[in-house]
């Protein structure tokens, strides 16, 4: 690496595409969409915010380490898998983890190898990730000592080699070996990559209620639970608002009424939700 080589970067979530794809749609980002091995999938954005142009006259310009954390952290609150970010440009090189609510955690290297993160980033990149705690994190540690024969693409090369442990396996062209200009062609020219683009808001909103139906609280949401649930909202409801009619409690009505409210919204949007589903044929 050196300081005219194009920045770049790689998204890599640790699910299949189609778990990842209504997550990576609430982005709104150009971006292409594979799989990366066993249970990992590879994310390979266009650029643009650090490649000049996001803005009028292409002058908006942003780092792209700051774009890839931002983008991360997005991706990892919508899910409940991790998801890593490899960047790099003319002057550095590094990785950010995202998972769920925590902190994320990152290491940078300058564009000679020369370490410049924290040690600790190392081993909580390892339990978060599930790798062995004693044979990958020596490997990782390897990575923030000073080598003079290895500059930062290697040391994100290293790093993809401890992931491989896991099941990760990225598609040939898809590393920082690629000049990040080429690197959304070279996907491209991949035929199991699929391209993710920006979406109306209608579609958003649509993307939106698949990744929550996709958390723990889909089942709540739709199907049988939530049809339950529903019935017992209506059930409470109705009797708490009459009585609370009859004693003239403003507290017990409103209690009621949003018990009934909650109720018939539910069983609203479950059907609702079908109706959709059996139009796009996918009921």
Known sequence: MNATSPAGALLLCRAEPETVRPVAHLLRERMLLAPAGDGWSVLVPEGKPWQGGAGAGGTDVEPVDRVVAGWVTALAVGSTWPVLA?????DRAGYTLASGFRRPVGYVWLADGTPAGEDEAM???????GLDPVLDVQSLEGLTRTDPDADARIRLRGLLAVLTRI???LPPGLDPDTPGDRLYAAADDRP??????RTGWREGVRAGLDVVESS??????RGPRAQVLAGAQLAAGLPLTLWGLRRRGGGWVLAGAL????????LAYDRIR?????GDGRG
């Open 216 to 221: 723990r609280l889909g089942p709540w949401m």
């Open 259 to 266: 018990l009934l409210a909650h109720g018939a919204l539910g």
């Open 192 to 197: 199991e990559a699929e391209p993710l683009v």
């Open 274 to 278: 079908d109706a959709e589903d059996a």
């Open 86 to 90: 490899l960047w790099w440009d003319g």
């Open 167 to 169: 099941g990760l396996a």
């Open 123 to 129: 081993r909580t990149f390892a339990e978060r990730l």
